[in-house]
């Protein structure tokens, strides 16, 4: 090859050892090209080579080659992620079905030229930029240095060019007095696992002084989004104690897990959360949303702290709710939508068939005059005999201390059974009988809530059997 070129291997699991699937490419639109043009990498071709490169895992678990890549038309070097599962795809555009997307232009062609190194953190996905002068300069002259697009600088790129954020210029250049010693000031930024911080070197443009730098990328350290907790029923901002409340924001977790539904646990993945200092239970967790169980210790009427820690990268800044509840008591029928996004309530329908008018589906299917059913609701309250926090109700459902109203379309039906569900902590459910006088309108126009201790749930969609003429 006229550069070393890379080979791209697969992980045969069954076979306990790697196998080979492609080398190179070949550069079929690199500057200066000296092939065939036929994206096979052959002896004497420009190949793909990737020095100064790296690679890095997003949050889907896709793997990529990070590193510069250089065009004729334009004259340009672009940073660039290649997917690695592409084969011998792998350059070409993501437009055109390939792997190759171009996240941003570091350089177009002109009297300057830049060298850049790429690092990508382990754990986490986010890798470091840094571009640098490769033309030594006399330390006497004072003229002003020729400028390229993003010469001397350092971004952090999230993902697969989810965003790129600049950092720093670190104006750092080569000066013929420093002879070999030059390549330190070469900003070879890497970047720690967690994605939080970026060490460098740097001159400052001063021969004969090299620093290293340490700098916070803002990235990593988990943080709340404004007004992101929410009632995980249907998505309030009002919950109470003993609730499944969804946190919305960005690095809650260096990983995607669900936990076992039926005895939650309080840290998953390092992330811990607490609520009024009290630890939360967690049922999923991925980088940007926690699903927890609210502690039924939580304090009412004032303010409540919630604080996201991860034991590898710290604490985020507390979001605080506003009290917004003055009873133990505040509930939410669980709440699903379709293409219209129309919320509709989670029912059960007595052979287990989901609630909901279908067409050539088997597995759900409107409600029946007279016919019982299973509603799903969050934040009911005490149940005797109580269960911990975390805990999976057994087969025998626990019951609601206080009585549950639940209408339809504005007539009270016949509630049976109230109290948490078995087998998922936190869930509640209510079986009820669509009493035969219930009104039926139209699908989409029939509605269900329930009341309990005086405070009304949100109103959602059932779907109801027309009446027989």
């Given amino acids: 090859m006229a550069n070393p070129s890379i080979g791209a291997f697969s992980v045969n699991e069954a076979a306990s050892k790697l196998d080979f699937e492609f080398r190179g490419p070949e550069l079929t639109d690199r500057l200066n090209g000296n092939g065939n043009l036929d994206g096979v990498c052959d002896p004497g071709e420009d190949c793909l080579n990737a020095r100064h490169s790296d690679v890095f895992e997003d949050e889907a678990g896709v ?63 986010f ?33 697969n060019g989810l ?52 700098i916070q990328t803002g990235f990593g350290s988990p943080i709340i989004a404004n007004a992101g907790v929410l009632n995980a029923a249907d998505g309030d901002q009002r919950f109470s104690p003993g609730s499944m409340v969804s946190i919305y924001g960005t690095s809650l977790a260096g990983c995607t897990k669900k936990t076992d539904a039926s005895a939650l646990a309080n840290n998953v993945c390092g992330t811990a959360i607490t609520v009024a200092g009290m630890p939360a239970l967690l049922y999923y967790i991925d980088p940007s949303q926690a699903n927890v169980l609210v502690p039924t210790a939580t304090p009412l009427a004032q303010d409540i702290p919630v604080i996201v820690t991860r034991t590898d990268t710290g604490a985020s800044p507390p979001q605080v709710v506003p009290a917004s509840f003055a009873s133990s008591i505040f509930p939410a029928i669980f709440t699903y939508a379709l293409d219209d996004d129309v ?32 509603l799903f609701a969050n934040g009911l309250g005490a149940t005797t005999p109580s269960v911990p926090d975390g805990k999976a109700a057994q087969a025998t459902s626990p019951a609601l201390t206080g009585p549950v109203s639940l209408f339809v379309n504005n007539l009270q039906q016949k509630v049976s059974l109230s109290g948490l569900a078995p087998g998922i902590a936190g869930l509640y459910q209510v079986t009820f009988s669509l009493d035969p006088l219930t009104p039926v309108h139209s699908d989409g126009q029939n509605t269900v809530w329930i009341t309990i201790a005086g405070v009304e749930s949100n109103r959602a969609q059932i779907s109801l059997a027309p009446k027989n003429p």
């Fill in 127 to 159: 890798c470091v930029l840094s571009t640098n002068y490769i033309t030594q300069r006399d330390p006497k002259d004072n003229s002003p240095s020729k400028r390229a697009p993003h010469l001397s600088e350092l971004f952090v790129m999230h993902g």
């Fill in 343 to 374: 919320p509709r309530a989670l029912i059960q329908n007595s052979d287990k068939t989901l609630n909901v008018l279908s067409v050539n589906d088997t597995s759900r299917r409107p409600l029946q005059l007279g016919e019982n059913a299973v």
């Fill in 63 to 125: 793997q990529y080659l990070v590193t510069d890549y250089e065009t004729e038309t334009p004259c340009a070097r672009s940073l660039v992620t290649l997917q690695l599962n592409k084969g011998p795809d792998i350059l070409k555009l993501v437009e055109t079905g390939g792997g190759r997307k171009i996240v941003m232009t570091t350089f177009r062609c002109g009297d300057a030229w830049s060298d850049d190194h790429i690092g990508c953190a382990k754990s986490a996905p």
């Fill in 163 to 214: 965003e790129i954020r600049r950092i720093a210029q670190t104006r750092s250049i080569p000066f013929t007095d420093e002879g070999t010693h030059a390549y330190w000031s070469l900003a070879r930024a890497a970047i720690s696992n967690d994605g939080r911080m970026v060490v460098a070197d740097s001159n400052f443009g001063v021969s004969n002084d090299f620093h290293v730098l340490l």
